[in-house]
């Protein structure tokens, strides 16, 4: 949308945008401020391309120019000026929209081509004030402690969607300096904005919480506010397919950043609420942020977190079961911690685990958050969350290495439970329209769950031969092994039909080892869980030692669940059946 006006709209304001860059200083009262914010449309509205295209040009220009102008920390101010006053007028929250959303463009660039210290002074150096305007924080302070403001108190409803999204999308643009970090550990100083970030303690129980809420409630896009999304006849091979509808709109971060954000973009249903998968993709990126400790200060009396972010989701609360102040809607304890529906949390995990950056919000959550795991274990309804996990793991071929272990690592937390993997057992499933390999009807989910770890565990041996994925594709089994009960004859048959695959291919290595003098590997009489060796350096993957200690691993594992089940007096007539 906005085809038609954005060139020659964007060609008046390339000359502001000269002016701005240019070699003198445009004071705070110039008119130059009061016309570059005045777009005729929203710039959210415009293709991002265009947009950067544009401004793009001017950016060599304002680095070197900047030092002595400071135009660039001016216009910082009248953005945070408007911001401000958008608040209790909602008139000027289109200005603010684009105000922000020229420093992100800004920002964005700048990241890309300066160092750290040359990034800092574009934001730290506080240009000339009159002294009745003296600034009551360090420049940096203000930007983030305002940006963080838009989402914890500013209403959503009209303009002001754009704006929650430009200022996230801001957000995003400031904490992608890590991208260009070749140390994931890099000491403090490295990234001056997520440092800054990681100083707002206060403020970030409430942008945790809020963030959360956005993507439980996923707010749609007001019916009179219009947003760039790319064009249904656009090339389906270029980036902005990959990146797609809310992703798109943060303009063009590069490609790596996005890769890194989540491997395949949000769908095309995300168009409905830019809002929701923008939150969730500012969560992500700020609770898995890890400063370097060695620069902190720890007290053993009151630890320390080094991310407020984290120490947020770790504290999270049912807002349904604590008292919050429901007459302001923020639902934050007294306390200052974060609370939020889970039941509405849950709902939304399980609409949208079709989607990357939710399984990680899943794991992050299930791994950091004590109250919200029991939450989810104590479910009855257990198919919500682990049916979508099980139609992920059914495309293994389709993922990588990295999302693999994600899955079977949720799976694996879930199925340490007793409860919960009792529970599976009892959730029946009319039919599994998904899996093509049989007609699966009135099947268990439990006996899903089984099939698809026996398929995940074959996939992983004959084609990425991963150690660790293989031992936690085994733990997950043997801990339902217990509880299994109603198994399906069809997951009875694949488990029992993997043990005669691997006993052959165990006997064919065995004798091929005698003439290469193969050592025995890991014996079969070794405890369950019991890791084995990693081969030596010598032996390749494709080595006869390295390949028979990994059957003799694997069957001694499947024995041990096979008996569990016998022994428990749990589908004994199959299992004879089968393995006769």
Known sequence: MGNAVSEPVLQYHLVLLSDFAGDQKVDQDNRVWRLLFAFPVSLSQLPPSQVEQHVTGCCDQLVSNNGHTQNFQTLLLKTLDLVAGSQKNATRANAATNGVYLLRVLLKRLSESLNAV??????????????DIQPTAPLLDQLLQTLLKVLTAFPISGQYYLLHVEVINLLLVLTSTQLYCTSPSAPIGSHPFIDTLMQQRQLAPQVVQQALKHYSSRPPLPAKVHLWSPSPDADNKGVLRLVRSAAASVLWLPFTAYNFLIRLGFSQTDSTSPLAGSS????LVLINHSPQQAHVQQSPLQPHFLNPYQAAIQGLQDSEDVGTDAESGRGQTASGISAVPFSGLYNALGAGLDQEPSVLLLYVLLHKCHRFQQYVLVRSDADT????LLHRLYNSSYKTSSQLYMLLIIILILS????????VQAVMLGSVPWYKERMLHNTSLGSLLVVLLLRTAHYNMSKLKDVYMHQNTLAALANVAPHISGMSSHAAQRLVSLFEMLSRRYQRIGSRSQSSSLDPGTPLG???????????PSASPGHPAAEHAVYADFMRTILEIINTIITTGVLLQKISAYSS
Do not use: E, K, M, R
């Open 118 to 131: 040359q990034l800092a002074a574009f934001s730290t150096d506080t240009p000339y004030i009159a002294a």
């Open 385 to 388: 969350v682990l049916l979508p």
């Open 280 to 283: 969730l993709l500012l969560l």
């Open 416 to 423: 340490q439970d007793q409860g919960f993997s009792q529970n």
């Open 526 to 536: 070794t405890p369950l869980g019991t890791p084995y060796l990693a081969p030596s």
